[in-house]
């Protein structure tokens, strides 16, 4: 596959995003502005994304300085896998063999864990922080709930899940928590100050335990970002970011 071959098969629509502002063959000093590509499901944006890694590898762009970033798990596995595919077919038609690793391909919440523990010293983190997943998220909001007396049965207070959905809409959205109950749990809207609390405790018992849960990965990404020379030594290490499923994105992410 060479240069050229990088770009058949795709539309005209599909070479231009391919090929936008992407650096010439063995240059990697032009600029690229950001792109932002609009189609329906199942025209190829995966596809088209994996084709523009060839192209910027086959230009000369290390696979290391290229961030690759999805929302899924599944998402993340097709988009990496893809643009291997397209990568080491493109090395090897040239000769330069057909091993590629892209490094820096995979969830947000993947690539977040990465950089956080790299720099956790940086944000007062251990960098032994265990990760909790949706299950044991909830548990502990579950704990949460029991030592403030929320869960005794006697009043409808919403049960650990939605207490975990509720926290987890406010981090994300960027919003308040008044706000998101009354756009998306009304029925919930009583209990806000409640719910205060317990998010309070909530992080309280993360903290006290070197835990992040999804949410948490997002929001120290974010920390970490804020600060001038922390954002300068991470953007030094790309020379392009693309994200695949980019609707699938929420306020925090983007």
Not at 94 to 113: I, Q, Y
Not at 226 to 239: H, M
């Amino acid at each position: 596959m060479s240069p050229a071959a990088v770009l058949e098969g795709l539309n005209e629509a599909q070479r231009r995003a391919v090929t936008h502002a992407a650096p010439q063959r063995e240059g990697r000093g032009r600029v690229a502005g950001p792109l932002l590509v609009i189609a329906g499901a199942g025209t190829g944006k995966t596809m088209t994304l994996a084709h523009r890694v060839g192209h910027l590898v086959l230009a000369g762009v290390p696979p290391a300085r290229i961030l690759l970033l999805t929302f899924s798990r599944r998402a993340g596995r097709e988009m990496t896998r893809r643009a291997r595919r397209v990568v080491g077919q493109a090395l090897a038609d040239e000769g330069r063999g057909a091993a590629v690793k892209l490094p820096w391909a995979g969830t947000f919440h993947s690539v977040a864990n990465r950089l956080l523990r790299e720099y956790a010293a940086n944000l007062g983190l251990d960098a032994g922080f265990s990760v909790l997943d949706r299950g044991d998220a909830a548990d502990l909001m579950d704990v949460a709930r029991q030592e403030l007396g929320l869960a005794d049965g006697r009043r409808r207070f919403p049960r650990k899940d939605t207490c975990l959905a509720i926290y987890s809409r406010v981090v994300n959205s960027r919003a308040e928590l008044a706000d998101c109950l009354e756009a998306n749990w009304p029925w919930c809207a009583e209990w806000a100050d409640e719910l205060r609390g317990l998010f309070a405790r909530y992080v309280e018992l993360k903290q006290a335990g070197a835990m992040l849960d999804y949410d948490d990965l997002l929001l120290w990404w974010h920390a970490l970002m804020e600060s001038p020379a922390l954002a300068a030594a991470v953007g030094e290490r790309f020379d392009h970011v693309l994200v695949d499923e980019y609707q699938d994105t929420n306020v925090l992410q983007a």
